[in-house]
């Protein structure tokens, strides 16, 4: 029997019949599915309890931080009172590499945190 010819049987069935087929297939592939998805939260839930995210590791990152952002500022301070609002070549290009440290840094712990 050929794709068509079994297409018009399916055509020639009562309509009650025809709903109990696309009732079979519905409930056939819903089961096939529910069963994907329960094995999918499975699975979640066991890798859940795996996720560490030690958290006293990322405060103590974030003061040294949030201490570099301070010495920056003190450093910064420093230097506007030194030379009358004037930051100095060598002075700025140490905030900036301070600065690019940080980041870093910032850049690291994020890595880590995901």
């Known amino acids: 029997m050929n794709f068509k010819d079994f297409i018009v049987k399916l055509?020639?069935?009562e309509e009650k019949q025809k709903k109990i087929i696309i009732w079979i297939i519905v409930g056939i592939l819903a089961t096939i599915m529910g069963f994907f998805w329960i094995k999918s939260v499975i699975y979640r839930i066991e890798y859940m309890g795996e996720v560490n995210?030690?958290?006293p590791e990322l405060?103590?990152?974030l003061e040294t931080f949030q201490n570099g952002?301070?010495?920056i500022e003190?450093?910064?301070v420093k230097d506007e009172i030194a030379d009358d609002s004037i930051i100095e070549a060598e002075s700025k290009e140490?905030?900036?590499s301070q600065i690019?440290?940080?980041q870093e840094k910032l850049d690291q712990i994020e890595?880590?945190?995901q």
């Open 11 to 13: 055509q020639g069935l």
């Open 74 to 76: 003190s450093e910064k």
């Open 69 to 71: 952002f301070n010495d």
């Open 100 to 102: 690019k440290k940080l």
């Open 59 to 61: 405060e103590n990152n």
């Open 111 to 113: 890595e880590n945190n």
């Open 53 to 55: 995210l030690n958290l």
């Open 94 to 96: 140490e905030i900036e």
